[in-house]
């Protein structure tokens, strides 16, 4: 435990650092502070958002032990990585980024609600979904979550959004295979195999967009 805390006021430190180092670098340029106020934001509001899921100070909302807020907020620190990164090269509205960034949430939320109840039962003093209404909702829950997932992931290529170019859909084929054993695994009580290839497909899908921003457009 204490190693555990000692590593995440290291890295803590290192990141507040890094972050003054970024704006210093900022102000020496002609846009000023400007280009590093989106950065600053986003890691604040991250900060916030994991003082308040991991801390048991009076002042944290303790939101890891409140089901469904806590799933929500670790998803979005999750997915505020991939817009953090963008902010990091003045880019934080960039429409790609936001896709991005919905799909990793969407995908980390259904992942944590599932993982909740494979560990219903060591689970004592937390408030989780599937311990609040039952491991059929939370899996009934999971799968729309993955089911809105799947839609996001397929949206950016569609025309009407045009956020990635159409025919670059093949390279997401195979997180979409993926997703889609998925709902069969759950509705089996496979939970341990079901959030697993959850993690799989987002792997996969990350690989994916990662490839496709690689290609010239």
Request: net charge neutral.
């Amino acid at each position: 435990m204490e190693s555990a805390k000692r590593g995440i006021q290291i890295t803590g430190l290192i990141s507040a650092i890094s972050l003054a180092l970024a704006g210093y670098i900022s102000s020496t340029r002609i846009s000023g502070f400007s280009e590093w106020l989106p950065s600053l934001a986003i890691w604040s509001f991250a900060l916030v958002l994991l003082f308040n899921y991991e801390s048991n100070s009076r002042l944290s909302y303790r939101l890891k032990d409140k089901g469904l807020p806590g799933n929500i907020a670790i998803s979005l620190s999750v997915g505020l990585v991939i817009i953090f990164g963008a902010a990091s090269v003045s880019k934080p509205l960039d429409p790609r980024s936001w896709a991005v960034f919905l799909i990793g949430f969407l995908y980390n939320f259904s992942r944590e609600i599932v993982k909740d109840i494979e560990d219903i039962e060591g689970d004592e003093g937390r408030d989780t979904f599937a311990m609040s209404s039952g491991v059929d909702r939370a899996r009934a829950l999971a799968s729309v979550l993955l089911l809105f997932a799947l839609a996001a992931i397929l949206a950016p290529f569609l025309p009407f959004f045009q956020i990635f170019t159409d025919w670059h859909v093949v390279f997401v084929i195979p997180a979409v295979v993926s997703l889609m054993m998925v709902k069969p695994r759950l509705f089996a009580s496979e939970d341990r195999a079901a959030q697993t290839l959850i993690k799989i497909s987002m792997q996969l899908c990350l690989i994916a967009f990662l490839a496709i921003s690689l290609i010239p457009s």
